[in-house]
């Protein structure tokens, strides 16, 4: 018996994967056609777009996962249900016909970005493993354009990336753009992080439609927070050069626009004399072609019911392998005399990454996000793929030594290697990493952590994450700094590390601000309070006076930002936002009793210049202000009446 696979996506190998497992070589012969020579992970596109991955971490050689299956990369033109034979280009122009016993067509579905006037001409599709490489390099381009570029209105432009849709491929790619473009500003000189403006163009109120109400907010809240603009309930009319037209009537400018929107269906399918639904092949419950015996559709092309809900199944990657997996099933049933099963599925959630290591998860009714769901995701994602499976399998067993700061604050002290003293170098708050220095870099133990307040931390497997590191250049960054916070730029400078230890922050301090806010503060006040306040640094209380948060004018650029793109139904009355509506509370403040050295390693860790200085480390009420231009200062003036010779050594 020769059994033809058309496509080579999740469908078509899992089809191909039950069958060899079930059906010797000598009763079944297998032949799957696909255009490239490996499989996509679709789910992993955004990350090579978005330079987390190479390329090939997100595609799987098909003969390598298919041990058994005979495999061709010739295109399938034609299939001729009436006389059981496929058509396929040789390579040479010439067309060469091949008879099958069963054909299993699963050629999913193709990009159309036709669906929007000049989309064709001026926006990135993403569907197929070229777009997101092209994606990647163009998006590099454009920051260095916007680096050589002294016209700031051109720049912004450069600088400026439209998503259309915002299903999972466009919140995964807006998220995974997004932090790409952010985390790079530290290397270029001619631009910030406020420069970046990623906007996410959705046609309906809420963003990821596949996913629980309640994760679509806190995904929408969490990429709203890290700096992505939202334009809901609008639709994209055109694209041009300079960006695209929306359906009010407003042009965004930007020099990047990827179209996540639009399918169109395969030529093959097209050509196909079979009945369809919607462009998609009508199926019968077991998955052939309705009217067929020996031809079967799986995956995005074809249209069947889920016996589970009598619904249709969604073009997914997890419907797509699972309808492999039963159709193969009904073939074998077929060949042994026995009666095929409808398909039938209860979906088991869904996965979406929103970058920044965020994701939302929806698992067999449990709802996840953030970091964890992160995790997850890249968990199940792995564990398809090949050779991946098998590391992460290793590095499960392995212990348990990187820690994410989910509460409180922890400080980090290190071994003066001239005396053996163990001194605080820096604070650690919400969402910080730390682990053991060997982890990563093979560096001698010379930091170690300490509670500073109560704390709540997550355990995550060191060998899990030294192999995602590996592989995930951002992530491996983030780690390489977590574990060597506060040593290296130290190093450099005995002088200064030396002078700031003994240098108390009360030396330092500027008083608290005139005007001391509050989490009930409205947002029209906190204007006013920061118009009226030279510096621009205020304070946030709770109830119980202690210190809740922080804002500056960088906090607030970014909430009228969020606020001028939320439509008016969604945002409300302005004037009634409070600051606990919009402000994240602030993890990293400073403690009386620490030294300059601490408060300069932490504002250094965290790129911030100045810190709230709380009364001690246990009780948390404001005394202060702390800038790192007047710890910087007294650095100079000291270097220059000092110690001259060390201070060249240093440099
Ligand atoms: C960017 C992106 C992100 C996504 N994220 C998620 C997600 O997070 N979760 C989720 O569940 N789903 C996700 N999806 C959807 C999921 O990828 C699809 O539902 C799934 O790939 C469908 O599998 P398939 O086997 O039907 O088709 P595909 O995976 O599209 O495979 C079809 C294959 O057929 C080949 N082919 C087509 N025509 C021919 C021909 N004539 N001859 C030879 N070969 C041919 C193609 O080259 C292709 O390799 C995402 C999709 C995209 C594009």
Same mark, same amino acid.
């Given at each position: 018996m020769r059994v033809v696979i058309v496509g080579g996506g999740f469908a078509a190998v899992q089809f191909a994967k039950t069958l060899r497992s079930k059906l010797r070589a000598s009763? =079944?012969?297998?032949?799957?056609?696909?255009?490239?020579? %490996?499989?996509?992970? %679709?789910?992993?596109l955004a990350d090579v777009a978005g330079a987390s991955i190479n390329a090939d971490?997100?595609?799987?050689?098909?003969?390598?996962? #298919?041990?058994?299956? $005979?495999?061709?990369?010739? @295109?399938?033109? @034609?299939?001729?249900?009436?006389?059981?034979?496929?058509?396929?280009?040789?390579?040479n122009g010439a067309l060469t016909r091949l008879h099958y016993d069963h054909v299993v067509i699963a050629c999913g579905a193709e990009s159309n970005l036709g669906i929007i006037p000049g989309m064709s001409e001026h926006a990135f599709a993403f569907k197929v493993m070229r777009d997101a490489i092209d994606l990647r390099q163009h998006i590099v381009h454009q920051m260095e354009y916007a680096e050589a570029s002294s016209d700031p209105d051109r720049r912004r432009w450069y600088l400026s990336f439209i998503i259309v849709g915002a299903g999972f491929s466009g919140a995964e790619v807006a998220g995974e753009i997004n932090e790409l473009v952010r985390s790079s500003t530290r290397f270029y000189r001619n631009f910030r992080k406020d420069d970046v403006v990623v906007t996410l163009v959705h046609s309906q109120d809420q963003i990821l439609p596949e996913v629980a109400t309640k994760l679509r907010e806190f995904a929408r809240k969490k990429m709203e927070r890290a700096g992505i603009t939202m334009l809901l309930n609008t639709r994209a009319v055109a +694209?041009? %050069?300079?960006?695209?037209? #929306?359906?009010?009537?407003?042009?965004? #400018?930007?020099?990047?626009?990827? =179209?996540?929107?639009?399918?169109?269906?395969?030529?093959?399918?097209?050509?196909?004399d079979a009945p369809k639904e919607r462009g998609r092949i009508r199926t019968a419950p077991d998955m052939r072609i309705e009217g067929q015996t020996n031809a079967w559709a799986i995956g995005d092309c074809a249209f069947t019911i889920n016996a589970f809900d009598n619904k249709p199944s969604p073009p997914t990657g997890q419907f797509a392998e699972r309808q492999g997996r039963q159709a193969a099933l009904n073939l074998i049933r077929i060949v042994n005399g026995e009666?095929?099963?409808?398909? %039938?599925?209860?979906?088991?959630?869904?996965?979406c990454s929103i970058g920044g290591y965020q994701a939302v998860a929806e698992m067999l009714g449990v709802h996840v996000s953030g970091f964890l769901a992160w995790l997850m995701w890249r968990g199940v994602y792995l564990f398809k793929l090949p050779t991946w499976s098998r590391r992460i399998k290793v590095a499960l067993d392995w212990s348990w030594d990187v820690l994410l700061i989910e509460e409180g604050q922890v400080e980090?002290?290190?071994?003066?290697?001239?005396?053996?003293?163990?001194?605080?170098?820096?604070?650690? $708050?919400?969402?910080?990493?730390f682990g053991e220095g060997a982890l990563l870099g093979n560096r001698p133990h010379e930091t170690s952590i300490r509670a500073r307040s109560a704390v709540r931390l997550r355990q995550i497997g060191s060998a899990l994450f030294v192999q995602i590191a590996g592989s995930f250049a951002p992530l491996r960054e983030l780690l390489v700094k977590a574990v060597t916070r506060g040593s290296d730029f130290w190093r450099r400078l005995p002088v200064s590390k030396s002078m700031l230890e003994g240098e108390s922050i009360a030396s330092f301090l500027d008083p608290?601000?005139?005007?001391? #806010?509050t989490k009930e503060t409205t947002f029209a006040d906190a204007i006013n309070a920061l118009n009226e306040s030279a510096a621009g640094n205020l304070l946030v209380l709770d109830e119980n006076q202690r210190l809740w948060g922080t804002l500056d004018r960088g906090d607030l650029y970014q909430i009228i930002a969020r606020i001028a793109v939320t439509s008016a139904e969604t945002r409300g009355d302005i004037s009634h936002l409070k600051l606990s509506d919009l402000l994240i509370p602030n993890s990293i403040f400073i403690a009386l009793e620490d030294s300059a050295l601490v408060a300069s390693a932490t504002m250094l860790d965290h790129g911030i210049s100045w810190l709230?200085?709380?009364?001690?480390?246990?009780d948390p009420r404001p005394v202060g202000l702390l800038r790192g231009e007047k710890i910087s200062k007294r650095m100079l003036e000291r270097i220059a009446q $000092?110690?001259?010779?060390? +201070?060249?050594?240093?440099s």
């Open positions: 009763e =079944c012969e297998i032949l799957l056609f696909n255009r490239e020579n %490996h499989m996509v992970f %679709h789910p992993l971490a997100a595609a799987a050689p098909l003969r390598q996962m #298919l041990p058994g299956v $005979g495999f061709r990369t010739e @295109r399938v033109q @034609r299939i001729d249900l009436s006389s059981s034979e496929i058509e396929f280009d040789d390579g +694209a041009t %050069h300079e960006g695209v037209e #929306l359906n009010d009537g407003r042009m965004l #400018l930007g020099a990047t626009v990827v =179209c996540t929107i639009g399918t169109a269906i395969s030529p093959i399918v097209q050509s196909l009666a095929t099963k409808s398909f %039938h599925f209860k979906a088991l959630g869904q996965l980090i002290l290190q071994k003066d290697p001239g005396t053996s003293d163990t001194k605080v170098v820096a604070v650690l $708050g919400k969402g910080d990493f608290l601000p005139a005007q001391l #806010l709230a200085v709380v009364k001690s480390k246990d $000092g110690q001259p010779t060390q +201070a060249r050594v240093a």
